[in-house]
């Protein structure tokens, strides 16, 4: 009779558990993730359409740090806001800046990262200084919809600026000798002058970042008052930048700290 007794509790036990487990699952933060998958090396697609890259790596740990099942898709970077609104994911993490106008739309973390813009020309060209003076007449590429976009179109107005849809399109430019300049983020244009599709250009300049229009830096994207799982992403970002695990993506990726600087 104790046998059973005690055989009987002992199930009792293990099925608790069981379902006590089954919940926990069910409770689970579940995620679906957006990136671009064309703005290397921050995120960019595989010959197997996988997504990789600085962005993802990020993600993916902030994801472990939150204990979130998540799952990580693409989106056209002029369509990445109406989704994320329209609710076909619950984030995006594509280098998307943290500015004025986007914060009227969106909610974000707090940053990830934090690299300045910067403008490339060909090798031989006349252009000598990064000045909007400078710049006067030329023709200047730049990814629309970006934070670079709105800063050539408000600071470099005497330029004829050529709007394209992802970063890829004005370097093919660049590369054919169609536009005179481009202006991006220094690490992607760096990147892409290391490269063997970058040998016609060099970089020509620096630029000193206007807050105002590029904001603090690049962080998680998330809907309008969903700032709950904002501040679970803002907690993951700090913990990862305290146990190593963000220093050891970035310099899988780079050989500076993208961070920028403490806030």
């Known amino acids: 009779m104790r046998i059973t007794k005690r055989l009987a509790l002992a199930i009792s036990a293990a099925a608790l558990a069981f379902t006590m487990g089954a919940a926990h699952a069910e409770d689970a933060l579940k995620l679906t993730i957006a990136s671009e998958g064309a703005y290397p090396p921050f995120n960019n697609l595989t010959p197997?359409?996988?997504?990789?890259?600085?962005?993802?790596?990020?993600?993916?740990?902030?994801?472990?740090e939150m204990k979130a099942e998540?799952?990580?898709?693409?989106?056209?970077?002029?369509?990445?806001?109406?989704?994320?609104?329209?609710?076909?994911?619950?984030?995006?993490?594509?280098?998307m800046s943290i500015t004025p106008?986007?914060?009227?739309?969106?909610?974000?973390?707090?940053?990830?990262y934090n690299?300045?813009?910067?403008?490339?020309?060909?090798?031989?060209?006349?252009?000598?200084?990064?000045?909007?003076?400078?710049?006067?007449?030329?023709t200047l590429g730049v990814q629309a919809s970006t934070s670079h976009s709105n800063f050539a179109e408000a600071k470099?107005?005497?330029?004829?600026?050529?709007?394209?849809?992802?970063?890829?399109e004005y370097k093919l430019e660049m590369a054919n000798g169609r536009i005179d300049a481009a202006m991006d983020d220094v690490i992607v244009l760096g990147?892409?002058?290391d490269s063997e599709a970058g040998?016609?250009?060099?970089l020509l300049g620096t630029l000193e970042p206007d807050v105002a229009i590029h904001g603090p830096g690049a962080g998680v994207t998330v809907k309008k008052g969903n700032t709950a799982l904002a501040d679970k992403f803002s907690t993951a970002i700090a913990a990862i930048r305290k146990n190593g695990k963000?220093?050891?993506?970035?310099?899988?990726?780079?050989?500076?700290?993208v961070y920028g600087g403490e806030d």
């Open 199 to 202: 040998a016609c250009c060099k």
């Open 48 to 64: 197997d359409g996988k997504l990789e890259g600085f962005d993802i790596d990020i993600g993916k740990a902030l994801c472990e």
């Open 101 to 112: 106008e986007r914060l009227e739309k969106v909610d974000f973390s707090k940053k990830y």
């Open 115 to 138: 690299t300045p813009p910067a403008i490339v020309v060909p090798k031989d060209s006349d252009i000598k200084d990064i000045t909007p003076e400078a710049l006067k007449g030329k």
């Open 156 to 168: 470099y107005s005497g330029s004829e600026i050529k709007m394209y849809p992802t970063a890829d």
């Open 246 to 257: 963000y220093k050891e993506i970035n310099d899988k990726y780079f050989k500076i700290d």
């Open 191 to 193: 990147q892409w002058l």
């Open 70 to 95: 998540c799952t990580f898709v693409t989106q056209d970077w002029d369509g990445m806001i109406p989704a994320l609104q329209a609710g076909k994911f619950d984030a995006i993490i594509a280098s």
